[in-house]
């Protein structure tokens, strides 16, 4: 029996939430939809739907399976699509991850705009601070922060990212303001654990012959989250490393100060990353396009290469 229209039929009942809605839709008898998802069960050995005389509900299996047919269908509409010349409407469903807090603060809004001029394509935004494999976990495209290398990955760069080590005035009336890195050493700092060296902190001393300073640091506070990084700090709690899309309206307000203003810290890069060995489909092209108008500035520092590991001090996703 042929595979796609197995898959098709599977994908119907499992949007639809019933044989009877799924045969309505497809145009066929509910016995016929019956018998697709019997012989489609025994073809792969292995039991996709739990059934009841109410209501159908996938096992662990079938939820993974069903995102794999819903993207085989949706490339194969695309690729008639293309050849036909009807890919001006794209449309269908887009997997984005991002890191948490800049998707809450600043992609949430986008992907909000994206929706309401792209009526046919429907969105699932995962966040999460830690480096997803985009193939594996089925990811049409990621949102990285950080430092490019070499992968299998293909990137577009957005915008700079700039890391800046912040407290508050009243950690710094307590405790004392830091004229060098190595100062860091006799303070409590708060640390991402997602880094490559989460507790060692590389910094730059500005100039032409500007050595690079280590220093490893501890601290009471250690999260995944840089969020979490910034309420400690903005508390007094310690020193933090933090990016500048979370913090500028702290400094501005001088509810945290920065800090050892000498000397830079790692300034990774905003990416939109897509796997390489995937056809970049209608979609993922409009939504890339979308998200340079929106965050687009700046020039790259190399080539788009891509992150296959954090940077030296800090990680792909400071959140």
Not at 30 to 57: D, G, I, N
Not at 186 to 199: D, E, F, K, V
Request: proline residues 7%; contains cysteine.
């Amino acid at each position: 029996m042929d595979r796609i229209t197995l898959m098709e039929n599977f994908v119907r009942v499992v949007e639809t939430g019933s044989f009877a809605e799924a045969a309505r839709k497809g145009k066929i008898s509910r016995a016929a939809v019956s018998k697709y998802m019997v012989a489609l069960e025994e073809h792969l050995a292995v039991r996709l739907l739990q059934r009841t005389t109410r209501t159908l509900h996938l096992t662990t299996e079938g939820e993974d399976y069903y995102h794999r047919c819903r993207r085989i269908l949706e490339e194969i509409a695309e690729a008639h699509q293309a050849v036909t010349h009807l890919h001006a409407t794209p449309r269908g469903l887009l997997r984005i991850s991002a890191p948490m807090s800049f998707g809450t603060i600043h992609l949430a809004p986008a992907v909000a705009d994206f929706l309401q001029s792209h009526p046919f394509i429907e969105i699932e935004l995962v966040l999460n601070d830690r480096l997803v494999d985009l193939v594996e976990e089925g990811f049409d495209i990621a949102m990285r922060i950080g430092v490019l290398q070499d992968s299998s990955l293909r990137a577009r760069w957005l915008a700079p990212t700039r890391l800046k080590a912040c407290a508050s005035p009243a950690y710094l009336q307590q405790q004392g303001i830091p004229e060098q890195p190595e100062d860091l050493a006799r303070h409590q700092c708060l640390i991402y654990s997602y880094s490559a060296t989460p507790n060692v902190w590389r910094f730059q001393q500005h100039g032409p012959h500007g050595t690079e300073r280590t220093v490893r640091v501890r601290g009471p506070l250690t999260a995944n989250n840089g969020e979490v990084l910034r309420a400690a700090a903005l508390t007094g709690v310690g020193i933090a490393i933090l990016p500048d899309f979370l913090i500028d309206k702290d400094l501005a307000a001088q509810t945290l100060v920065a800090l050892l203003p000498d000397f830079a810290l790692p300034q990774p890069g905003m990416y939109a990353v897509y796997p390489s060995s995937r056809h970049l489909s209608i979609k993922v092209r409009r939504f890339i396009d979308f998200l340079v108008d929106r965050f687009g500035k700046g020039e790259p520092p190399s080539p788009s290469r891509l992150i296959s590991s954090p940077p030296p001090g800090w990680d792909q996703t400071p959140s």
